[in-house]
């Protein structure tokens, strides 16, 4: 973050294309808007943006309660959900000019458009506001391409025209992915919305997101991007197979079959020992649909054949990802909050298309439903070429 000195500076200069004031601490809309727009950078400042909690509009200190309540609050806007792609920001509290302060700085991003519940913001001078059609493709032509992550970059040999299902595309995705609103008034063609969507490259050729989210045929392209479903008759992968199956199509369909898969296969029993009966089950499916999905978020598409696969044998369960920690996320942190993305744009379609709810949370949430269950915590084994989770059943 920048020194104190360089961010009285900023203050002194007043609210700008880089800088906002407010005193409220708790319009958290108004926060993400704050960082969306400085994350876009419109007028191409290349320097990060400063958002200052604290101050009144003319840069007077506010006296507002700057605690580590609002600190985590304002931290938790990265992986909320709200807004996508992800943006890079750091927080602080600060003590500028006899006043305290939350400081929140937003580098600008290499993926524009960020949005906000698929609205895009903008700042031109001290002004913010929604981009328009125009502004928005500006935003999508600043993209730098080269500095992309794999699941961004576009498919060699794929078109839009034979390889996705527009339907699909505009019937279940951009409904999704923008907000009726902008989507009302936006007449810009499907070539515009694949772009802005960060679903096309710049040479027009459909990205592996788009491939595996709203291709038809996904296997194709990544041959390994399907799961692989099998039950064993006892605790060891050497016993006879009850049930086995095999997952494939866009990821979305995966999914749904996988949901319908794990709650066909936990059993129930109802315990009547008490004046009240109650239900228990052999694991939670909240925690094994949220390790699933955090299975087929970061698995390595880019240079693996190898299937998610589920292996359900009668004293647990075994979830295994190709590809190991990626980015900032290794063997001894994993499942501690640290939080990486090998693939943002996939984990963005998900987010749209209502498969995840906030980012960063799938481990806790298992964590907390399994011991509400009754079943020991999850396992994690963390290797170079995969990573793997055990739930035990509950005794």
């Not at 913001?121 to 730098?144: D, F, M, N, S, V």
């Not at 390790?291 to 240079?303: D, G, K, P, Q, S």
Request: glycine fraction near 8%.
């Amino acid at each position: 973050m920048l020194g104190d000195a360089a961010l009285i500076e900023r203050i002194e200069t007043g609210e700008s294309d880089r800088v906002e004031f407010t005193a409220s601490t708790n319009d958290l809309d108004k926060f993400r808007q704050a960082v969306c727009s400085f994350a876009n950078d419109l007028p191409g400042n290349g320097e990060p943006g400063l958002l200052f909690i604290g101050l009144e509009d003319d840069g007077r200190c506010a006296g507002s309660t700057i605690d580590d309540e609002l600190l985590k609050t304002l931290g938790g806007l990265r992986t909320d959900g709200k807004i996508l792609p992800f943006p890079f920001m750091e927080v602080a509290r600060k003590r500028l000019r006899d006043c305290d302060v939350a400081v929140v700085q937003v580098e600008p991003s290499d993926n524009p458009p960020m949005k906000v519940d698929g609205r895009c913001w903008i700042r031109i001078g001290p002004r913010r506001g929604q981009a328009t059609a125009e502004e928005e493709r500006r935003l999508t032509e600043k993209r730098r391409w080269g500095n992309v992550p794999f699941d961004m970059q576009g498919v060699s040999g794929a078109t839009v025209e034979t390889d996705l299902d527009m339907r699909a595309f505009e019937h279940d995705y951009l409904p999704c992915a923008v907000s009726p609103e902008v989507l009302a008034e936006n007449r810009r063609d499907r070539g515009e919305q694949l772009r802005a969507l960060r679903l096309v490259a710049r040479n027009g050729a459909p990205t592996a997101t788009a491939i595996l989210v709203l291709g038809t045929d996904p296997r194709y392209w990544f041959p390994g991007a399907y799961m692989q479903f099998v039950r064993y008759d006892g605790t060891a992968v050497t016993d006879g197979i009850v049930d086995h199956a095999e997952l494939s199509g866009p990821l979305p369909e995966q999914l749904r079959d996988a949901d319908r898969l794990l709650r066909l296969n936990i059993s129930h029993a109802l315990d009547t020992r008490g004046e009240r009966h109650v239900e228990q089950r052999s694991y939670p499916y909240e925690a094994l649909r949220e390790l699933l999905r955090n299975a087929v978020v970061h698995r390595n598409y880019e240079n693996s054949n190898t299937p998610v696969r589920i292996s359900w044998l009668s004293d647990r369960v075994e979830i295994l990802s190709p590809g190991s920690a990626f980015g900032e996320v290794g063997r001894d942190n994993f499942g501690q909050g640290a939080t990486s993305y090998r693939n943002p744009t996939i984990a963005e379609a998900m987010k749209n298309m209502g498969f995840m709810q906030r980012f960063g949370i799938g481990i806790e949430t298992a964590r907390r439903t399994l011991a509400e269950n009754g079943n020991p915590p999850p396992e994690f084994e963390i290797q170079d070429a995969f990573v793997s989770a055990t739930v035990r059943r509950r005794p």
